[in-house]
């Protein structure tokens, strides 16, 4: 664990390095103090470009070099193997063209070099959206981190790869770059096809919602207690490999419950300074949807994936109003209550999550001190 804490330390503490400041404002500051510059550059942009190079490359290394460390390390090693033998796999398109490409150039069976891509491009997209869209990074980041999604990548990589590219669809929704926002999506369907619930949920999330749309949600959410058993076969016409088994089982979470109502009543508290802003609302109407699902969807087979999709919008909707209050103790304040809860989220986890099973995070392995344990397809033969 010790290695979770120090790299969730030092890049939350490099975070803070990392401010919003346009050069052309810098270069004017007439409050008497030494702007340096170089190139075109402030000192500000270069302290910015070295922590976030800082973080981008200690959140890699972390993941890149873990070994049978997260909950389908072992079960994606085999589904590899099972690519590179022309073999059936359930995962897809994407996801096997990439394998077999690698294994191909390697000239081996190199799934450490699989997992070090996907732990590139997950880290590259989150930390791109995250600068891109948010109003404080330094709170962003720090709710990135100790909300558990850095650390929860680390066990369903295909799932975080597509979370990520979710994220990234929102910079094409602020800039209403529409063809954009499908083509990433529909590139991250080709690693994880849950992905795919995006194309309605966000742009769902971006028309002006009228009272005959709220009866509409009220009679689909009533429909969702009546007729489970239709849902349930209508999912496993999208994922047939659920049938008979534990994902069929549904459940939800209480905690997520709470962080939706908690994020919800803080916007409330604040409608009058984000309702101008157009991603904002956006990212009310997203937790709105995700607490609707988490109530009337517990049936569905791992609703958290979706739900994800859209409370993944909480660490910028957060420091959005954050930033919004215009009272320096108030802010300091709700700062402190967003730091602590924030904290006690991380500390759980790490006790009770990250080493059971279905994450599986702890104790941290790498492939520099440790071998693979044997796997299913070496035993066999």
């Known amino acids: 664990m ?59 290394a972390v993941s890149a070099l873990r070994l049978n460390v997260g909950n389908d390390y072992a079960k994606y090693t085999n589904f590899m193997h099972l690519i590179y033998s022309h073999a059936y796999v359930p995962t897809e398109v994407g996801f096997n063209i990439l394998v077999w490409v690698l294994y191909f150039l390697s000239g081996y069976e190199n799934y450490i070099l699989v997992f070090a891509v996907f732990s590139f491009v997950t880290v590259l997209l ?67 096809k849950s992905v795919l619930v995006i194309l309605i949920l966000y742009p769902l999330c971006c ?12 009679i689909v959410c009533l429909s969702f207690l009546f007729l489970q058993d239709y849902y349930l076969k209508l999912l496993l016409v999208v994922y047939p490999s659920y049938q008979d088994t534990d994902l069929l089982e549904g459940g939800t979470s209480i905690i997520s419950i709470a962080r939706c ?27 709105t949807l995700a607490l609707l699902l988490y109530v009337f969807c517990s049936f569905i087979p791992v609703i958290s994936r979706i739900g994800y999709y859209l409370t993944v919008t909480q660490i910028l909707l957060v420091p959005a109003i954050l930033e919004s209050i215009e009272d320096v ?20 986890f790490m006790w009770k999550q990250a080493p059971a099973d279905g994450v599986r995070i702890l104790p941290y392995e790498t492939f520099l001190l440790h071998d693979m344990v044997p796997l299913e397809y070496q035993i066999l033969d």
Not at 4 to 22: D, E, K, P, Q
Not at 45 to 54: E, K, T
Not at 207 to 218: C, D, N, P
Not at 329 to 348: G, N, S, W
């Open 2 to 60: 010790l290695i979770y804490l120090l790299v969730t330390v030092v890049t939350i503490g490099l975070a803070f390095n990392v401010r919003s400041i346009s050069l052309d404002k810098a270069l004017s500051d007439n409050s008497g103090s030494y702007v340096f510059k170089y190139g075109g550059y402030s000192r500000q942009h270069v302290l910015n470009i070295i922590s976030m190079m800082s973080i981008f490359i200690m959140l890699f």
């Open 126 to 192: 989150f930390l791109y959206a995250m600068k891109d869209l948010s109003k404080s990074f330094r709170w962003t980041f720090l709710m990135f981190m100790l909300l558990t999604y850095y650390f929860q990548s680390l066990s369903t990589v295909r799932y975080y790869l597509a979370l990520g590219a979710a994220l990234l669809s929102l910079s094409f929704i602020k800039r209403g770059d529409w063809p954009r926002f499908v083509f990433i999506i529909l590139l991250a369907a080709c690693f994880h």
């Open 329 to 348: 103790t108030r802010k300091k304040l709700y700062k402190l209550v967003v730091l602590i809860a924030c904290l006690l989220y991380f500390l759980m």
């Open 207 to 218: 028309i002006k919602w009228k009272r005959w749309m709220w009866l509409t949600a009220g």
């Open 261 to 287: 109502i908690a994020v919800l009543v803080f916007a409330f508290m604040y409608k009058d300074k984000i309702v101008n802003d157009k991603m904002n609302v956006i990212y009310v109407k997203c937790n």
